[in-house]
Every structure is written in C-alpha cells, then in structure tokens.
C-alpha cells in the first residue's frame, strides 16, 4: 500500500517556478504508476500528470504540457513535479497517488480505495 505525504508548495509569483516532492512511507512505491492531481476551490480534483512505474512513460495534462515535468526516483520512494512558468490558474491544492494505467496519450484515474494525503497547497499571485 502507499502511504503519501506531499511537500513543496508555496506562494510564488505568476512565472516562477516549484518542485513538488510526493514521499511514499510504504515499501512498495516502485510497483505503482503514479499521478499528480489538483483541486481548487469550488471545483472538482482533475489530473495533471503522471508517470508510469519505471519514468519511462509520462502523460501531461494540456494544461501542464510545455511547464510540468514529472519524475520520481524509486530508490527514495519519491514522486516530483517541476513546475514552470507558473500561472495564477495553477493556484490548487496538489496531490499524489497510485493510478491504475499510463500512457503517452492516457492516465486512470487513483487506484480504488486510496487514501488520499493532505496535498500540498500552490498559489501563484498575478
């Protein structure tokens, strides 16, 4: 099972840039696919990236391509996201969790049952 914790949020200004860290406590980390979400208030979690199990596949929400990238390092069971040229549409509480599937053109969605973690909350100012 993966157990999350999200980290590396801030505020920042509109073209600055983040790296969020997503940290897995369990031991199985390198057997998932993995995947960034985001909410914002008012709206429902979407997804934004992710990444399958090795880093060699990744998938890019439109929103995220050309600025995100994704990565993770499965010997420290961590999951990143280098955020780019931030906008102030990006503001969001950003998660991480186990999906199902990846591809270059698809990911699933969270695997069922996930517990999801705090998140870790990015506001860019205009």
């Known amino acids: 099972q993966v157990q999350v914790t999200e980290s590396g949020g801030g505020l920042v200004q509109a073209g600055e840039s983040l790296r969020l860290s997503c940290t897995d406590s369990?031991?199985?980390?390198?057997?998932?696919?993995m995947g960034w979400f985001r909410q914002s208030p008012g709206k429902e979690r979407d997804w934004v990236s992710c990444?399958?199990?090795?880093?060699?596949?990744?998938w890019y929400a439109d929103s995220a391509k050309g600025r995100f990238t994704v990565s993770r390092d499965n010997a420290k069971h961590t999951l990143y996201l280098q955020m780019n040229n931030l906008k102030p549409e990006d503001t969001a509480l950003y998660y991480c969790?186990?999906?199902?599937?990846?591809?270059?053109?698809?990911?699933?969605?969270?695997?069922?049952?996930?517990?999801w973690g705090q998140g870790t909350q990015v506001t860019v100012a205009s």
């Open positions: 969790a186990p999906v199902g599937q990846v591809t270059s053109w698809y990911c699933s969605d969270a695997l069922p049952g996930n517990s």
């Open positions: 369990g031991l199985t980390f390198g057997d998932y696919a």
């Open positions: 990444i399958n199990w090795n880093g060699e596949i990744t």
